[in-house]
């Protein structure tokens, strides 16, 4: 049944189920919780794959502790142990998301008592990092020398803007021609884009007796290896060099080479315009193409 209460004047409405009686709710753990709900609140893909993920780290940041009311102490803590781990902001209020999602189903169904505040966290519209041509030189030699199959990766995702989990899950039958059709994405809508000629060449010399170019590859080692990589060629100490960047990179490069925000948010599979406006700055500033149209315009006015 639902309640109402009052804390400092402020009323909220919370609801009890019924036939559950929440003073002997048992102890429970994040991870617990992720095995018992994961697939029922989210669907296979990339996505799953990243909050699964993220509720492991933040599972191990407790120390698998086991509650049965998730504290808004516990909830400072962890935002505290993300800063010390170099987590942007925005980084944080997407693993808080999913770790929010999770609570909350396993509050309604009587898991846990308590729920924290979650307020989401003010994030910097700072520029986007994106690799130059020489970084990306520089990146890719250091990354081909530890594994050819992780630099042709490489070059398949800056090529394509593919996110790493939607990269690795492709399979041969979603390549016909010269178009890949990634159909486990983000946001679960399937997008098909041409390939350069290096992403083409990328994918031919992949072993054929695997269920897809890229499937043998294991996240955390390709994560492991970038890192080493980075090291290498003196990006260290920049925390935006990340396997993400190859897909900044990719769009960087189509708005700054003329293409329209609107195609390159089909390209990157964007749901919204504002995802993709992000890039917007980088378009070209040259104005004067749009004189002679003005001007051809007016004479077919005067005439």
Known sequence: MWQHTQTNGIYSLTYQLSGIDNETTQHTSLRTLLQRYVDLLWEPGSHKYNVSSFIGELDEILFGAAFSDFTDEMLDRLISALRKRGNSNATINRKLAALSKLLRKAHKMGDIRGLPEFQ????????????????????????????????????????????????????????????????????????????????????????????????????????????????????????DVVPHILRHTCASRLVQGGIDIRRVQTWLGHQTLQMTMRYAHLASGDLDICVPILERAARTETK
């Open 120 to 239: 989401r966290l003010k994030e910097k519209a700072g520029r986007i990092r994106f690799l130059e041509p020489d970084e990306e030189t520089r990146l890719f030699a250091a990354i081909f020398e530890k594994s050819e199959i992780y630099g042709r990766f490489c070059i398949f995702l800056i090529d394509t803007g593919a996110r790493l989990g939607e990269g690795i899950g492709l399979h041969w039958q979603d390549i016909q021609g010269d178009r890949v059709t990634f159909w486990l994405t983000k946001n679960g809508r399937s997008r098909s884009v041409p390939l350069t000629e290096r992403a083409a060449l990328a994918l031919q010399a992949s072993d054929r007796t695997r269920r897809g170019p890229f499937t043998s590859i294991v996240q955390a080692k390709f994560r492991a290896a970038w890192n080493e990589a980075k090291q290498e060629v003196g990006l260290g100490a920049e925390p």
